[in-house]
């Protein structure tokens, strides 16, 4: 029997055998320089959230592969105010139909009962990871990313008191872990891929973390979200 083909606007995650790890980096941005570590305190990125600067996010959509109304969502970037500020992580578990196993911020879709896109991520990393609304301060948002399956997400971004306790919602979430804000914000870390399937080239930034003996690849939505905030506080 012959086996339909695969339509050229099928998520990554989705193509068979499909590994990001082992598609090419075509470049690295070594060039850019890192943000100032002096940004990274609690009072500078309030202030930058308070009077930003002129700047441009770089990201802000992934070519779509499902025709349907845009969906709104919100994730939660949780630096955690350690000695080194931290941003905390999840790994989604391996069965949830979208973004499967991948490295992501803690949050999700819009529910009819929030208020805003802040109410929604809060709601979603309480949900997700048990992150207590009393040990996060909310500082501002970054604009909007739209992913390829339609999510309007806002990347709400917030401080976090380091002796926050976690609990993890075994359904949703395999795993959380924290990088350094110091290593997304350095462009020496940031990767360019491209690949090509039936006919359309995709192209995508990863920033792999070794954790330990593990590597943590942060890619697709995830890393472009992290792009922003990086223009954000260079600019």
């Known amino acids: 029997m012959p086996i339909d083909p695969v339509p050229a606007d099928t998520p990554l995650s989705k193509l068979p055998n499909f590994d990001p790890r082992s598609v090419p980096v075509i470049a690295i941005d070594s060039h850019l320089p890192p943000v100032d570590a ?3 305190g609690a009072r500078p990125m309030r ?8 700047w441009q996010p770089e990201v802000l959509a992934e070519r779509a592969f499902l025709q349907r109304p845009l969906s709104p969502a919100s994730v939660l970037v949780p630096i955690v105010m350690r000695q080194q500020p931290m941003v905390l992580l999840t790994e989604r578990t391996t069965h949830l139909s979208t973004h499967s196993g991948q490295v992501a911020f803690p949050g999700g879709r819009q529910d009819p009962g929030d208020e805003d896109a802040t109410h929604t991520a809060l709601r979603e990393a309480h949900e997700e990871i048990g992150l207590a609304r009393d040990h996060v301060e909310v ?3 970054l604009p909007t990313y739209t992913t390829g ?6 990347p709400v971004i917030a401080l976090v008191a380091p002796e926050h306790q976690l609990v993890l919602n075994p359904y949703e979430v395999a795993d959380a872990f924290e990088v350094p804000l110091a290593f997304l914000m350095n462009p020496a870390h940031h990767r360019h891929h491209a690949f090509e399937w039936a006919g359309t080239r995709r192209e995508w930034l990863s920033m792999p973390y070794m954790d330990g003996a593990s590597e943590r690849f ?18």
Request: hydrophobic share 50%; glycine share 6%.
């Open 149 to 154: 399956s339609q999510f309007l997400i806002t």
């Open 47 to 54: 202030q930058r959230f308070a009077t930003p600067p002129r």
């Open 38 to 40: 002096a940004r990274f």
């Open 218 to 235: 942060i890619w697709g939505a995830t890393a472009a979200m992290l792009r922003n905030f990086y223009r954000f506080l260079s600019a």
């Open 139 to 141: 500082i501002g948002q």
